[in-house]
């Protein structure tokens, strides 16, 4: 499993969200680099961001959830085009981070 894993639950629907892309950003100084993407499957999951033997060094990064295309499709307004989620990684363990998702909120946690 990638170090990094997330998923999307659509609260309102009560559905995992497919087909969201989502980069992942390492923060070296001022910039963001790009270290892997991917979009969302059917379970509203991406589990391979990295390949499972690639541990990231420790630092800042972020998610982003490109989610506009997503609610534009069920042709349902949304104030949030994008969503960054940004966290540090302090260890090698796995981060799990997922994020609960309606066209006017959001929220997130650290999983397992």
């Keep these: 499993?990638?170090?990094?894993?997330?998923?999307?639950?659509?609260?309102?629907?009560g559905k995992p969200?497919?087909?969201?892309?989502?980069?992942?950003?390492?923060?070296?100084?001022?910039?963001?680099?790009?270290?892997?993407?991917?979009i969302t499957n059917a379970e509203g999951r991406i589990v391979?961001?990295?390949?499972?033997d690639v541990l990231l060094d420790f630092g800042i990064y972020k998610l982003k959830f490109n989610t506009k295309d997503y609610f534009d499709i069920l042709s349902i307004e949304t104030f949030y085009p994008y969503?960054?989620?940004?966290?540090?990684?302090?260890?090698?363990?796995?981060?799990?981070?997922?994020?609960?998702l309606n066209p006017f909120g959001f929220s997130t946690y650290r999983g397992s």
């Design 17 to 38: 969200a497919q087909g969201i892309p989502i980069a992942l950003y390492q923060q070296k100084d001022n910039d963001w680099i790009e270290q892997a993407k991917g």
């Design 48 to 52: 391979d961001f990295l390949n499972k």
């Design 83 to 100: 969503i960054e989620i940004v966290f540090e990684i302090k260890t090698n363990s796995h981060y799990h981070v997922p994020l609960l």
């Design 1 to 13: 499993m990638s170090q990094v894993t997330t998923h999307i639950l659509d609260t309102t629907r």
